[in-house]
């Protein structure tokens, strides 16, 4: 798989019939290798170790509902009080990250209500911060370290 623009972290791979899986934390079972889930596992993993969030308060690829439209969001991360702090939108590296993606995190933060957004295709990420009074999101360096 691609090098991507995150640090170096270890995962578990298991082979089985001519396909390659790589083991989810959050979900606790192998899924398979594809480019999405390899950007969407480093960053599970830069969550973990490099902002410290907890892995009891991070989701992966679960339903919600946009519009009576079924959608699964790659990442959520909780806030210890249940409501959502950090939506993630992963893409293949080969996904340009362009005004769509924007849009469509953007969907699911109606229904979510998070107070961060995060997009990434592993080479580019972008952060921002919800300004739910103006209807609008501010551009980040990066986003907050875990704090309780």
Known sequence: MQELNFPKFSFRFKS???????????????????????????????????????????????ELVVNTLKKRYDIVVFNSDGSIHLIVECKAPTIVINQNTFDQIAQYNLVLNASFLMVTNGLNHYYCQMD???ERYNFLKDIPKYSE
């Open 16 to 62: 089985s019939e001519n396909k390659i899986s790589i083991f989810d934390s959050i979900r606790k079972k192998f899924v398979v290798l594809q480019p999405e889930e390899w950007v969407r596992q480093h960053c599970v993993q830069y969550l973990i170790e490099e902002k410290g969030y907890p892995k009891s308060l991070i989701n992966v690829e679960k």
């Open 132 to 134: 739910f009074e103006n």
